[in-house]
């Protein structure tokens, strides 16, 4: 088992809680008004599963309900305390390892599904122009049909009652609609910041110019915890951001040391770059390379031919 995590540093959590997987299906409570329940969907792209945090007490929040599995469905119902009620359902983003199960948790409970808008709110017009070329979505898998009843705006808050509130702050970078939501001074950061890796950033979902400027955002808010959709908590916010941001940056360079051998596809680099890499994941990998492909691009810094594409060729500008 690995060393409990240091709560010291968000006072109030349980010095018990440890970063080793918890039990699917099994509520735990992380700090008065904050639960936590694991679904049963461990995968790469998932770590031990979808972490379903459940906020409040009596009329509560559950944010991320999580993957179309009953058993989480029943898990979720059966976890809350007698008299207990869902009375609002928040979805960090459509991807079908956090929303499918917002719909029918709501129509259980009569409680209103919140979230940024469709898969497609939020794109920017690099992303919408992809999208409408035909470029599909990678990784975890799109929500197609997620529709909220109700659309939050960055900025907006919610109340949970006790008197606390959620700052919904908007964290685009792995989904264009991504949300994360402030409670005070801890951070729900979804699949933005997580601790046991880095962010999945595919286009046109994933935009690695919006995922740079959304981590600076999360920094300037100097968060004394994260609690990512995905693994144990972030203890160190400020260090886990800025070891992202060295890792974008590095890779940037990777990428930009090997244009200079001369052009290439993103597939080309993947391979020449991750060669670590199973052969499995490699498409992933493109992906990755395709998003910062993009960013160095609409800066300039590299040129796509014949235009910004998975399979188009890119080269250095100026070498």
Same mark, same amino acid.
């Given at each position: 088992?690995?060393?409990?995590?240091?709560?010291?540093?968000?006072?109030?959590?349980?010095?018990?809680?440890?970063?080793?997987?918890?039990?699917?299906?099994?509520?735990?409570?992380?700090?008065?008004?904050?639960?936590?329940?694991?679904?049963?969907?461990?995968?790469?792209?998932?770590?031990?599963?979808?972490?379903?945090?459940?906020?409040?007490?009596?009329?509560?929040?559950?944010?991320?309900?999580?993957?179309?599995?009953?058993?989480?469905?029943?898990?979720?119902?059966?976890?809350?305390?007698?008299?207990?009620?869902?009375?609002?359902?928040?979805?960090?983003?459509?991807?079908?390892?956090?929303?499918?199960?917002?719909?029918?948790? !709501? *129509?259980?409970?009569? %409680?209103?599904?919140? +979230?940024?808008?469709? #898969? @497609? /709110?939020?794109?920017? =017009?690099?992303? $919408? &122009?992809?999208?409408?070329?035909?470029?599909?979505?990678?990784?975890?898998?799109?929500?197609?049909?997620?529709?909220?009843?109700?659309?939050?705006?960055?900025?907006?808050?919610?109340?949970?009652?006790?008197?606390?509130?959620?700052?919904?702050?908007?964290?685009?970078?792995?989904?264009?609609?991504?949300?994360?939501?402030?409670?005070?001074?801890?951070?729900?950061?979804?699949?933005?910041?997580?601790?046991?890796?880095?962010?999945?950033?595919?286009?046109?979902?994933?935009?690695?110019?919006?995922?740079?400027?959304?981590?600076?955002?999360?920094?300037?808010?100097?968060?004394?915890?994260?609690?990512?959709?995905?693994?144990?908590?972030?203890?160190?916010?400020?260090?886990?951001?800025?070891?992202?941001?060295?890792?974008?940056?590095?890779?940037? !360079? *990777?990428?930009?040391? %090997?244009?200079?051998? +001369?052009?290439?596809? #993103? @597939? /080309?680099?993947?391979? =020449?770059?991750? $060669? &670590?890499t199973p052969a499995a994941l490699l498409p992933?990998?493109?992906?990755?390379?395709?998003?910062?492909?993009?960013?160095?691009?609409?800066?300039?810094?590299?040129?796509?031919?014949?235009?910004?594409?998975?399979?188009?060729?890119?080269?250095?500008?100026?070498?």
């Amino acid at each position: 088992m690995q060393a409990p995590l240091a709560f010291a540093a968000a006072p109030g959590f349980r010095a018990a809680m440890t970063d080793a997987r918890p039990t699917p299906g099994v509520m735990q409570t992380l700090a008065p008004g904050i639960r936590r329940l694991l679904a049963p969907n461990p995968s790469p792209m998932t770590h031990w599963g979808t972490n379903t945090h459940i906020l409040g007490e009596g009329a509560v929040t559950v944010l991320d309900p999580g993957p179309a599995i009953r058993a989480h469905y029943a898990a979720i119902l059966a976890g809350l305390a007698p008299g207990e009620r869902v009375a609002r359902v928040l979805v960090s983003h459509p991807h079908l390892d956090h929303s499918p199960l917002a719909r029918p948790l !709501a *129509e259980a409970s009569d %409680a209103r599904v919140s +979230g940024f808008g469709p #898969p @497609e /709110a939020g794109r920017s =017009a690099v992303m $919408t &122009d992809l999208a409408a070329r035909g470029l599909a979505s990678g990784g975890e898998g799109v929500d197609h049909g997620f529709a909220p009843d109700q659309r939050i705006e960055d900025g907006e808050r919610i109340e949970i009652g006790n008197g606390a509130t959620l700052e919904a702050v908007w964290t685009p970078g792995h989904f264009a609609g991504h949300l994360s939501f402030a409670l005070g001074d801890v951070v729900f950061t979804g699949d933005h910041v997580m601790g046991w890796a880095s962010t999945l950033i595919s286009p046109p979902d994933g935009d690695l110019t919006a995922f740079l400027a959304s981590c600076h955002r999360l920094a300037a808010r100097k968060a004394r915890l994260f609690l990512p959709a995905h693994g144990a908590p972030v203890t160190d916010p400020a260090a886990r951001l800025d070891w992202l941001l060295a890792h974008r940056r590095n890779r940037e !360079a *990777e990428i930009l040391a %090997a244009l200079a051998q +001369g052009p290439a596809t #993103p @597939e /080309a680099l993947a391979r =020449a770059i991750y $060669t &670590d890499t199973p052969a499995a994941l490699l498409p992933a990998a493109a992906r990755n390379v395709f998003a910062h492909l993009i960013d160095l691009t609409t800066r300039d810094i590299t040129r796509a031919s014949p235009q910004i594409a998975a399979d188009a060729t890119f080269e250095r500008i100026g070498t």
